[in-house]
């Protein structure tokens, strides 16, 4: 029967469970579900403290007993279709959030994995230089999973009408979790964590705690997203270009609380799709907060090897680092860390507390002795200050951060090693003497609802020693939304000390206006206008028209744009901009003219799976992935996200999951072709960090058809008849009290079973010449 299984009232699964005849302990029949071992551990239960499960399960695919657990019952309630299990407390897992239980952790699936992206541009300029550019762009993310293990790379090449085609790779790295130490090993071209030294890159091995292998109750402070949603939206956070969050939301207010956001700081910019085609967008500001660590826990880092520079002409000088971090009982935590490189050490050493509502705070120190390439020894000191708080009640974050170098001589690792270079060149600057004096920065964020909108700030202060002066940046965003329209207020502004003393001054304001045009339209289309009038320069304006189409597969764009201070007549720019959401990768094209230039773009992105069924094309692999399986149903949207189907062979892939964590990933069944039906809509997966998880959908393929059904005397089938489809495993279908049944995955003809009691019968049928409503075959058939 397929059932939803109940655990305490608790939907867990929706699935098919087999059912057996057993009789209680006064004899009197009942209906016993078969469920494995592994299945009662995935709905929560601690199989591991009831060795008796297994009495009857010689393996975790068989039956288990489920009388081992005391007092526990399961119940087949046949007229709403649920498994009711009542399982004592005792005997389920404490459930954290933000975690699924270990033994649900899923390594994926051995499989070759690459993304890709291509760009081509063809310039045609008109004015003061009169000439054509072509430039070409391709970007190759290649990777491997097995067992735990991942190998990734990024290689790119680059060529223009100036340069030859160069290849470049940015990185190189096999990594794997150990889960036993909620650790994960590096070996290769990686970035250090940046919680008490600056980020370093290097190239070696690095044995680091992993966060998201523990319960968000024991981690360390992550930001909280809040925002409000119109309608079914999805909401993709970024941070440093990269989209680290992708999620569905119902309508209403929503806060994201599981955000795993990259080491060091970074502002997250949020964009809320809403299913009308309309879209909201804020920042919310982040930097690295104060450290305060639950009790008990431990955190560390482990790194050797080479110091990897983007300039390849800087030496690769020997590096180590260890960092250590402890949460201590009375809500303090103590951590430390020492650096070690030719030319450079470091030590630093801090104390953290967590005050409850009036957030955390951590204070710590840092002493150096360092040369410069062609400069005497230094040794210098450093004293660091960060606060952070949540208030959830007003949806406030702050955070603040304040360095204090106290002796001229301080100095970061990477400002040391940058300055060792093998071509014998030294790149210096007149900046590069400028010693610090102190460093401020804080940023503020407030969510007022709906209507009053996000605003955000942010704020630093760069004091400089032995000089008058020094260097600040401001900035301001504001974003809300109207009716169905969106409004966002910009304003940043940089004071930047120069040789003479004197400061240079920038500032930009940018005003963003968009509006829905769906009411004279009828379908997703938005108008759009903006004003940004920077202090050099002359002020930009520009206004749009921006819609989708079939689907949300097609998103389009028109802009026309005005430079006040651009040569004559060449102020004026039209751009047209399109992109296509395919099953099978994307497509974009753009065009842009004004009378001083001409630009066409051609762009295209996917990502490739090789796995042991074949290979498997589709839109750009992010994170974890699925591989969504439903054999002979293609074209089947899933997901909810634009473009991504399933292919010729029913498959496809659904990225950006959310690791160690239950993630379901659905079918749309009012788009299954007709000969194709599913057993369930969702599956549920629990991928590990970067794993490839497959997500199987049990699909009969043939007819169907509605059947009713009568025995030889004329008589009626009995009401709860069980009819099979011989040789079709999963077939069972039951006869109502009209004596019809609903039959799926039928053959053009062939045989049928009914069951009830002791007694049998079957039907032999043959589909009629032509189908009824909705491709559903109507028939009869005698039962022998």
Known sequence: YRVDVMVNGKRVDTRDVVFKLEKDGQGTPFLAPCLTVSQLSRYGIKTEDYPQLWKAAKTPDE??????????????????QQLQLSIPQLALRTKFKGIAPEDLWDDGIPAFLMNYRARTTQTDYKMDIVGRDNSSWVQLQPGINIGAWRVRNATSWQRSSQLSG????????????????????????????????DNVPFTGVMLASDD??????????????????????????????????????????????????????????????EADGSTQMFVVPYQTP????????????????????????????????????????????????????????????GLGVSL?????????????????????????????????????????????????YASQGYNTLSDVLDSYRHDGNRLWSWREN???????????????????????????????RNRPGHDDSYGLSWGTSIGGGSLSLNWNQNRTLWRNGAHRKENITSLWFSVPLSRWTGNNVRASWQMTSP?????????????????????????QSYRADAPPGGGNNSALHLA????????????????????????????????????????????????????????????????????????????????????????????????????????????????????????????????????????????????????????AALVDTDSQVYLTGLADKGELTVKWGAQQCRVNYQLPAHKGIAGLYQMSGLCR
């Not at 470049?168 to 250090?192: D, F, I, N, P, V």
């Not at 956070?237 to 970074?266: C, E, H, M, W």
């Not at 804080?442 to 605003?455: E, K």
């Open 63 to 80: 039956c288990a007993d489920l009388t081992a657990i005391p007092q526990a019952k399961a119940v087949l309630d046949i007229n709403n």
């Open 166 to 197: 160069k290849w470049q790779a940015a990185y190189t790295y096999a990594e794997r979790e150990l889960y036993s130490l909620k650790s994960r090993l590096t070996l290769g071209q990686k970035t250090s964590q940046g919680e008490i030294f």
């Open 212 to 273: 998201n292998m523990v319960p968000y109750s024991e981690r360390q402070f992550a930001p909280v997203v809040r925002g409000i949603a119109r309608t079914q939206a999805r909401v993709e956070v970024k941070q440093n270009g990269y989209t680290i969050y992708n999620t569905t939301v119902a309508p209403g207010p929503f806060a994201l609380r599981d955000l795993s956001v990259t080491d060091g700081s970074g502002d997250l910019h949020v964009t809320v799709w």
């Open 290 to 349: 104060a450290i305060a660590l639950h009790q008990g826990y431990l955190k560390y880092s482990l790194l050797a090897g080479r110091y990897r520079s983007s300039d390849s002409a800087t030496d690769k000088a020997q590096i180590a680092q260890a960092t250590l971090m402890y949460g201590l009982p009375w809500n303090l935590t103590a951590y430390g860390g020492i650096q070690s490189a030719t030319h450079y050490q470091a030590a630093s050493l």
């Open 356 to 404: 409850g509502r009036w957030g955390s705070l951590s204070v710590d120190g840092s002493d150096t002795h360092s040369q410069r390439q062609g400069e005497a020894v230094q040794q210098g000191a450093s004293w660091r200050l960060r606060y952070s708080n949540q208030l959830t009640a007003t949806g406030t974050n702050f955070s603040l951060t304040r360095w204090q």
């Open 434 to 464: 400028l010693q610090p004096s102190s460093r401020t920065s804080l940023m503020l964020s407030q969510s007022w609802g709906r209507h009053l909108g996000n605003l955000s700030l942010t704020g630093s202060r760069t004091d400089w």
């Open 535 to 559: 202090s050099q320069g002359g002020q930009t304006q520009q206004v749009g028209v921006n819609g989708e189409a079939f689907s949300r597969q097609l998103d389009w764009e028109v802009r």
């Open 580 to 731: 296509w959401n395919g099953a099978y990768g994307l497509l974009g094209g753009d065009y842009s003219y004004s009378r001083t230039m001409r630009q066409m773009g051609v762009n295209i992105a996917g990502g490739i799976v090789i796995h042991h069924h074949g290979v498997t094309l589709g839109q750009p692999l992010q994170g974890s992935v699925a591989l969504v399986e439903a054999p002979g149903a293609s074209g089947v949207p899933v997901g909810g996200w634009p473009g991504v189907k399933t292919d010729f062979r029913g498959d496809t892939t659904v990225g950006n999951l959310s690791v160690y964590q239950e993630n379901t990933v659905s079918l749309d069944p009012s788009r299954l072709p007709d000969d194709a039906e599913v057993t369930q809509t969702d599956v549920r997966v629990v991928p590990t960090e970067g794993a490839v998880v497959e997500a199987k959908f049990h699909t009969r393929i043939g007819a169907r058809a509605l059947m009713t059904l009568k025995r030889e005397d004329g008589s009626a089938i009995p009401f709860g008849a069980q009819v099979t489809v011989n040789g079709q495993d999963g077939s």
